[in-house]
């Protein structure tokens, strides 16, 4: 059966730290307030708004940033030259600009498109954004090598996760569910599977620097090989979760090594009565662990 993620999990709760969810009450300001108006005129996740914002203007969130190709493009999103005449005016402030210029391009290319921005993810605005229309082809690039899957992924990794720190106070401003998902699989790549497949969950583990868990009956093989006599190339466990250590609770004769974040668990007896790697000692076992880290476990 497929794993399927629940309220309490760790690993969500790493995910959740990963982009940005904290504990944290935020402090209202006008930028905060602008940012989720004009998030709700569109239907959209506040935190994606404002990250496609941030990437934009290099994280300066100024209404007059210039850049692109040329020094031609201006704004919040960086309005190109004809945008700039509908949607661009010089004296725009974050506020006014957000609220009215940049909701109402929206608003425009997706009618225009005949979509609609109710519910519109992170990589369907900045798509829009990147090349006038949420319908074009995602992985078609820029002037600068920048896709609108590339730049997604970017965006989510990058800008968001300091956008909802800067204005949210780490809190996560998601929409739905849905939302949610559409921006995890974004940062992974992986974006036509359901967050309920197994190598769905690897990517996230991967994402967030968490190795797969073990389950403990693997573990409990591992063990048993390691303590084989007859067993002559596994000398170790490596484990990846501390409550694992449990399973090492009546087996005295292993000891545990701190390697890369992970825990071996070492045979201490095998290894030392072991002729072919004379170490005979806890000096001489972790000076090899250290240059063969893997070695004492195949």
């Given at each position: 059966?497929?794993?399927?993620?629940?309220?309490?999990?760790?690993?969500?709760?790493?995910?959740?730290?990963?982009?940005?969810?904290?504990?944290k009450?935020?402090?209202?300001?006008?930028?905060?307030?602008?940012?989720r108006?004009?998030?709700?005129?569109?239907?959209?996740?506040?935190?994606?708004?404002?990250?496609?914002?941030?990437?934009?203007?290099?994280?300066?969130?100024?209404?007059?940033?210039?850049?692109?190709?040329?020094?031609?493009?201006?704004?919040?999103?960086?309005?190109?030259?004809?945008?700039?005449?509908?949607?661009?005016?010089?004296?725009?402030?974050?506020?006014?600009?957000?609220?009215?210029g940049?909701?109402?391009?929206?608003?425009?290319?997706?009618k225009?498109?005949k979509?609609?921005?109710?519910?519109?993810?992170l990589?369907?605005?900045?798509?829009?954004?990147?090349?006038?229309?949420?319908?074009?082809?995602?992985?078609?690039?820029?002037?600068?090598?920048?896709?609108?899957?590339?730049?997604?992924?970017?965006?989510?990794?990058e800008?968001?996760?300091k956008?909802?720190?800067?204005?949210?106070?780490?809190?996560d401003?998601?929409?739905?569910?849905?939302?949610?998902?559409?921006?995890?699989r974004?940062?992974?790549?992986?974006?036509n599977?359901?967050?309920?497949?197994?190598?769905?969950?690897?990517?996230?583990?991967?994402?967030?620097?968490?190795?797969?868990?073990?389950p403990?009956?693997t573990?409990?093989?591992?063990i048993?090989?390691?303590?084989?006599?007859?067993?002559?190339?596994?000398?170790?466990?490596?484990?990846?979760?501390?409550?694992?250590?449990?399973?090492?609770?009546?087996?005295?004769?292993?000891?545990?090594?701190?390697?890369?974040?992970?825990t071996?668990?070492?045979?201490?007896?095998k290894?030392?009565?072991?002729?072919k790697?004379?170490?005979?000692?806890?000096?001489?076992?972790?000076?090899?662990?250290?240059?063969n880290?893997?070695?004492?476990?195949?």
């Amino acid at each position: 059966m497929a794993y399927v993620p629940s309220d309490d999990d760790d690993l969500l709760k790493k995910v959740d730290v990963f982009i940005g969810q904290k504990p944290k009450t935020p402090t209202p300001n006008s930028k905060t307030e602008a940012l989720r108006r004009a998030a709700d005129k569109l239907g959209v996740d506040a935190a994606d708004l404002g990250a496609i914002i941030s990437f934009e203007s290099a994280g300066s969130f100024n209404p007059h940033k210039v850049g692109g190709a040329g020094n031609k493009y201006k704004g919040l999103i960086q309005f190109g030259p004809e945008e700039q005449k509908l949607y661009y005016k010089p004296n725009d402030t974050f506020e006014s600009q957000i609220e009215d210029g940049v909701v109402r391009y929206f608003q425009d290319r997706f009618k225009k498109a005949k979509k609609n921005t109710q519910g519109a993810t992170l990589e369907d605005l900045y798509t829009t954004v990147i090349a006038g229309n949420p319908n074009a082809n995602r992985d078609a690039k820029d002037a600068f090598g920048t896709s609108a899957r590339t730049g997604t992924q970017k965006i989510a990794k990058e800008h968001r996760p300091k956008v909802l720190q800067n204005f949210f106070g780490g809190q996560d401003t998601r929409i739905d569910d849905a939302t949610f998902w559409n921006d995890i699989r974004q940062m992974v790549d992986t974006p036509n599977e359901s967050p309920t497949e197994d190598n769905f969950w690897q990517d996230i583990r991967a994402l967030v620097n968490q190795p797969a868990k073990e389950p403990d009956v693997t573990i409990d093989a591992q063990i048993q090989s390691a303590s084989d006599p007859n067993v002559k190339t596994r000398f170790g466990v490596l484990t990846t979760e501390p409550e694992q250590a449990k399973l090492f609770a009546q087996r005295g004769d292993f000891k545990p090594f701190e390697v890369n974040g992970k825990t071996l668990w070492v045979n201490t007896a095998k290894v030392y009565a072991n002729k072919k790697l004379r170490l005979k000692n806890e000096a001489d076992l972790k000076q090899y662990i250290a240059k063969n880290p893997n070695a004492l476990t195949t």
